[in-house]
């Protein structure tokens, strides 16, 4: 590791920025050309000789490539081994270091995704694929201008392309062995097969940050990477959490397409997504998509391969559950499930164990919704209740009250009007008790008769048990059995 005042090529190191996987990025001074650079210098052990050469390939490639919202690449090279990149400085902080402040309001989450989007679109323009969009890739310089750092290591597809055509296999070595290039989180389910990659895989990565930023939360569940990737190919994304973010309904209808399972269910390119975004912000013509958060057909072929997680047990339960709704049956044979079980690469055992917990969860849906039903039916009764009192005040009142005027010249009026006002204090309480009667009162009178139930049930369950003992005093011929002691004297 480099130290400040350390001499690398021509630059001379001040400082380190920041360290990962690849390698270290340093801030450093260029004194032929007078500027503060960022110097990525890539570990030894990273790469080897042929991910190198290409690596230098690609980052060449890539600093042609000039767009504002992209970090600028200014020389490459290597030394001793080490290839490194020299990239524009940019003052500021990584979109994931500003997710830990208060949060921003929608529109400069906005912004900031309106700059991703565009960098994103210029760079599939000229063919290049970035294939790790995520918010430390992502830097929002002090006055507010976004970047989008790493270019220099992204897969290019050669020259200017249709975004949906298919890209190189570039640099799936330029990480540890048997490690994918991208972060779990935001790796498109294409990437996460290891199928070829294009600019729609950005587009998903792309959908994931926006989600995150203007959700405040991942789309996907899962402890460890096993579990996020079975999320990724088969969790429908819930569109709940933007709304309850206050993202308009058509920005959130952009983000929701981005964020589709199959590739051909996104946005053509990324250029159209920027359109729509735009349009969005603009409240103009709404963005038609296609059913977010339905898996697309055959998503799930891949799901959970060889994993063994309960994680992805459960995953596979909304496999099943999934499978048999598009078969137009909700129960399927053992023979079905252990098929799509070796479709999945899940053995029996967790089969068995997802099955079972898809039909505790289908009985607890069933026991939620019975509940309900008798809790609305209760508070209809509580209502229902009330109007009968009331129609029975009024009936016996106007009686009442008839009878008491003509004989007002015999009593005094006091007699027949007291007891209607008096019942109406009654009627009163007892509108206000049906009216505002709630959840809390129905569990209330729910374990009330639960426990005069149960009561009831233990009574009759003795009275049973006592007539079974004298039924059989009787045929042994021993007389009825003694309910209590008594002493005698004499």
């Not at 030394?79 to 270091?97: F, K, N, S």
């Not at 970047?147 to 290019?156: E, M, P, S």
């Not at 597809?157 to 890209?167: I, L, M, Q, Y």
């Not at 349009?279 to 296609?290: C, D």
Request: proline letters at 4%.
């Amino acid at each position: 590791m480099l130290k400040s005042g350390d001499a690398f090529e021509r630059y001379t190191i001040e400082a380190l920025i920041g360290q990962g996987g690849m390698g270290c990025v340093y801030r450093a001074y260029d004194p032929r050309l007078g500027r503060r650079v960022a110097l990525k210098v890539i570990s030894e052990g990273a790469t080897h000789a042929a991910a190198n050469t290409r690596l230098l390939r690609e980052a060449r490639a890539a600093a042609a490539f000039d767009h504002p919202n992209a970090v600028a690449i200014f020389d490459v090279g290597e030394l001793d081994g080490a290839p490194y990149i020299v990239m524009e400085l940019v003052e500021g902080r990584t979109l994931r270091q500003t997710t830990a402040e208060a949060a921003l309001p929608v529109s400069a989450r906005l912004a900031q995704l309106g700059g991703v989007a565009r960098a994103l679109a210029a760079a599939h323009q000229r063919g290049l694929v970035h294939r790790d969009i995520k918010p430390e890739n992502v830097m929002v310089r002090d006055d507010g201008m976004v970047k989008v750092l790493d270019f220099g290591i992204a897969g290019r597809t050669g020259g200017n392309v249709d975004p949906r055509s298919a890209t190189q296999a570039a640099l799936p070595t330029l990480t540890v062995e048997g490690v994918k290039l991208g972060t779990p989180v935001y790796m498109a389910p294409e990437q996460i097969r290891g199928d070829e990659l294009d600019g729609r895989a950005d587009q998903f990565a792309w959908g994931v940050l926006a989600y995150e930023l203007l959700a405040g939360k991942l789309p996907w569940r899962g402890a460890d990477a096993l579990a996020v990737m079975a999320s990724v190919l088969t969790d429908p994304v819930e569109p709940v959490a933007l709304e309850r973010a206050g993202v308009p309904p058509a920005v959130a209808r952009v983000v929701l397409r981005a964020l589709e399972k199959k590739p051909e269910n996104r946005f053509t390119s990324m250029d159209e997504l920027r359109h729509a975004l735009e349009s969005a912000e603009r409240g103009e013509v709404p963005v038609e998509v296609a059913k977010s958060g339905m898996p697309a057909s055959g998503s799930n072929a891949t799901m959970a391969q060889q994993f063994s997680t309960a994680e992805v047990s459960e995953v596979l339960g909304r496999a099943i559950e999934q499978q048999a709704a598009r078969q137009g049956s909700v129960k399927l044979g053992f023979d079905d499930l252990i098929a799509i079980a070796a479709e999945v690469g899940v053995d029996v055992d967790s089969l068995r164990e997802a099955s079972r917990a898809l039909r505790l969860r289908g009985e607890q849906q069933g026991a939620a919704l019975a509940n309900a039903t008798e809790r609305d039916a209760w508070l209809q009764h509580q209502r229902l209740i009330f109007y009968r009192h009331a129609g029975i005040y009024a009936i016996v009142n106007a009686a009442i009250l008839t009878l008491g005027l003509g004989l007002l010249t015999f009593t005094p009026w006091w007699i027949w009007f007291l007891p209607a006002l008096l019942w109406s204090v009654g009627v009163a309480i007892h509108g206000l008790i049906a009216f505002t009667s709630n959840e809390r009162d129905w569990t209330e009178h729910s374990e009330g008769m639960k426990w005069w139930r149960e009561n009831q049930q233990r009574k009759l369950e003795q009275a049973s048990a006592d007539a079974h003992a004298r039924s059989s005093r009787h045929h042994l011929g021993l007389g009825p059995a003694p309910h209590s002691t008594r002493s005698t004297k004499g």
